[in-house]
T-cell receptor, first 112, second 114 residues
Framework: SQQGEEDPQALSIQEGENATMNCSYK?????LQWYRQNSGRGLVHLIL?????REKHSGRLRVTLDTSKKSSSLLITASRAADTASYFC????????????FGRGTQLTVWP | DADVTQTPRNRITKTGKRIMLECSQT?????MYWYRQDPGLGLRLIYY???????NKGEISDGYSVSRQAQAKFSLSLESAIPNQTALYFC?????????????FGPGTRLLVL
């Protein structure tokens, strides 16, 4: 079963706007990660946030984590057409064994 | 050169055929994974291996088998392919230790079973 549930399933915005994607999960976690996938290609790791962190930044990316609500958000600021991709959250379900559990993803389309 | 490679990149086969998908990595990672991706379902784990002598089933291992020939090589076999195994297959790696959580993905193999 899917651990992460991203919403929305699809998001369409104009270049320059901010894009916010959410992820909810059901179990305790050690960390939560976000990955990006360009159409038909492999996933690329974007950012990891640990359970004792509330916010993390990387360039135009901002990730928040609320463990009390079991939810995370990924914000992409000043989006570009090149940000068009699917974005997945993944958690470890509290295990340290290295397995990840992925959500179904949010398809982001950024129009020029 | 890519750190994680998969061959073939595309494959069309017929129902009942045995096929093998191969994955190689130059990252020196101990851990390797096989996932399949279906539209709208995200990624599901088929098998994973934490070292050459360690093979574990994932969520959807039925109809699949794997072989970890070396630290750098992890192959996925479909013993008798069926149409609902049509999907995009990804290999991934991760290292043991503090940064073990991040996974590095290959480019994928697109499989069509007729």
């Amino acid at each position: 079963s899917q651990q992460g549930e991203e919403d929305p399933q699809a998001l369409s915005i104009q270049e320059g706007e901010n894009a916010t994607m959410n992820c909810s999960y059901k179990t305790s976690i050690n960390n939560l990660q976000w990955y990006r996938q360009n159409s038909g290609r492999g996933l690329v790791h974007l950012i990891l946030i640990r359970s004792n962190e509330r916010e993390k930044h990387s360039g135009r990316l901002r990730v928040t984590l609320d463990t009390s609500k079991k939810s995370s958000s990924l914000l992409i600021t000043a989006s570009r057409a090149a940000d068009t991709a699917s974005y997945f959250c993944a958690t470890d379900r509290g295990s340290t064994l290295g397995r990840l559990y992925f959500g179904r993803g949010t398809q982001l389309t950024v129009w020029p | 050169d890519a750190d994680v490679t998969q061959t073939p990149r595309n494959r069309i086969t017929k129902t009942g055929k045995r096929i093998m998908l191969e994955c190689s990595q130059t990252k020196g990672h101990d851990r390797m994974y096989w996932y399949r991706q279906d539209p709208g379902l995200g990624l599901r784990l088929i098998y994973y291996s934490f070292d050459v002598k360690d093979i574990n089933k994932g969520e959807i291992s039925d109809g699949y088998s794997v072989s970890r020939q070396a630290q750098a090589k992890f192959s996925l076999s479909l013993e008798s392919a069926i149409p609902n195994q049509t999907a995009l297959y990804f290999c991934a790696t991760s290292e043991k230790g503090r940064s073990q959580e991040t996974q590095y993905f290959g480019p994928g193999t697109r499989l069509l079973v007729l």
